[in-house]
């Protein structure tokens, strides 16, 4: 059965810090990786995305990730935080076939930012 | 339209009372997804509809659970005797082909159900 695992539940962090929120996952076959953020208020956005190939993967607002399939992770990070970003993060897996065309959804990150 | 569009935003109903929640996904996408979301939880898968095929109902909780889609479009989800633990956003999201290669979920921003 495919999973999701995201460590923290909450992170605090400065406006204009590096911001690197973890998530793993298990997942039978090669997985198809997504981050989504759910600012309040909002529907779920999707950040990036990884299928295959390179894996660093770049993403809107200034957000990358880095697909390690050694360590069954895949990281979500960004340079500099501006406060428009506090919101929930969410890491999620999938696959192809038709057991993998649901997304399995970790529990999220909380996302605070300081001035 | 735009995006995908869910009705009503909010609905608070009595123990016991049955309710629809309404998606409306965006237009020409063949797969329609429910998810429930919880406080302070992640999301969790409902069901899954791709086209004509039958639909993926793995992650329902419970009997009381359905969903129908119409015409490859608006789909309906139906708790019937609802229970306080019902209580949470269900999400509804739409993707253009089959398979998650093609096109990413797209959300709607979710009816919160309260039940009193």
């Known amino acids: 059965a495919q999973s999701v695992t995201q460590p923290d539940i909450h992170i605090t962090v400065s406006e204009g810090a590096s911001l690197e929120l973890r998530c793993n996952y298990s997942?039978?076959?090669?997985?198809?990786l997504f981050w989504y953020v759910q600012s309040p208020g909002q529907g779920l956005q999707l950040l990036l995305k990884y299928f295959s190939g390179d894996t660093l993967v770049q993403g809107i607002k200034g957000f990358e990730a880095e697909f390690k399939r050694s360590q069954s992770s895949f990281n979500l990070r960004k340079p500099s935080v501006h406060w428009s970003d506090a919101a929930e993060y969410f890491c999620?897996?999938?696959?192809?076939?038709?057991?993998?065309?649901?997304?399995?959804f970790g529990g999220g990150t909380r996302v605070l930012v300081k001035p | 339209g735009a995006g995908v569009s869910q009705s009503p935003s909010n609905k608070v109903t009595e123990k016991g009372k049955d309710v629809e929640l309404r998606c409306d996904p965006i237009s020409g996408h063949t797969a329609l997804y429910w998810y429930r979301q919880s406080l302070g939880q992640g999301l969790e898968f409902l069901i899954y509809?791709?086209?004509?095929?039958?639909?993926?109902k793995s992650g329902l909780p419970s009997d009381r659970f359905s969903a129908e889609r119409t015409g490859g479009s608006v789909s309906t989800l139906t708790i019937q005797r609802t229970q306080q633990e019902d209580s949470a956003v269900y999400l509804c999201a739409s993707s253009a082909g089959q398979g998650l290669s093609y096109s990413p979920l797209h959300f709607g921003n979710g009816t919160r159900l309260t039940v009193t």
């Open positions: 997942y039978g076959a090669t997985p198809y």
């Open positions: 509809f791709q086209g004509n095929s039958a639909p993926d």
């Open positions: 999620a897996v999938g696959g192809i076939g038709a057991a993998g065309n649901k997304l399995t």
